[in-house]
T-cell receptor
């Protein structure tokens, strides 16, 4: 299975602190994506990092990818209460076949709670 | 990003009845739509992939006769849960991708509760 595994499963921090979530996967990928899901809501695409990239930034988000270790991390700096949500990594189902970007396999997610 | 609208956002139905969930791409033509299911505190699991004008491809273990998918136009796909049972209660999310896009956009999800 190519499913990603996030850790930790849950993370509770204070506002202003940084939050780091990790994702490990099993097979080769051509990209990895991170999504955010507020409780009971749909998914919001945060960032996509390609297999030939090692690091990518978007605002307060920083994503790294280590293909040798088959792992990625999402760092949220200077967290805010509004960052409270579940965060999922996801990867194309058939990366080796250049599969559709929409056909994704999701990790189990990290539930982040940011206390004001 | 592109907008995908899913309706209804929540629905409660009685066991044995059928429920239809709509997924619309509002500002682009979605040649491919994906339906996911998410149980409480779990991840999203792909149920099926539908391409406009053709039959949906179901994932292993998903009953195609129970979860009917229709993708009759480039902006609309529907998922009908037939003869719903309490174990079908879940959060259903669609995503849509255009023929030229590399990213799929997600709807806001539908919370189905079968009583």
């Amino acid at each position: 299975s190519q499913q990603g595994e996030e850790d930790p499963q849950a993370l509770s921090i204070q506002e202003g602190e940084n939050a780091t979530m990790n994702c490990s996967y099993k097979t080769s990928i051509n990209n990895l994506q991170w999504y955010r899901q507020n409780s009971g809501r749909g998914l919001v695409h945060l960032i996509l990092i390609r297999s030939n990239e090692r690091e990518k930034h978007s605002g307060r988000l920083r994503v790294t990818l280590d293909t040798s270790k088959k792992s990625s991390s999402l760092l949220i700096t200077a967290s805010r209460a509004a960052d409270t949500a579940s965060y999922f990594c996801a990867m194309p189902r058939d990366s080796l076949k250049g599969g559709s970007q929409g056909n994704l396999i999701f990790g189990k997610g990290t539930k982040l709670s940011v206390k004001p | 990003g592109a907008v995908v609208s899913q309706h209804p956002s929540w629905v409660i139905c009685k066991s044995g009845t059928s429920v239809k969930i709509e997924c619309r791409s509002l500002d682009f033509q979605a040649t491919t739509m994906f339906w996911y299911r998410q149980f409480p505190k779990q991840s999203l699991m792909l149920m099926a992939t539908s391409n406009e004008g053709s039959k949906a491809t179901y994932e292993q273990g998903v009953e195609k006769d129970k979860f009917l998918i229709n993708h009759a136009s480039l902006t609309l796909s529907t998922l009908t849960v037939t003869s719903a049972h309490p174990e079908d209660s879940s959060f259903y999310i669609c995503s849509a991708r255009s023929a030229f896009g590399t990213e799929a956009f997600f709807g806001q999800g539908t919370r189905l509760t079968v009583v």
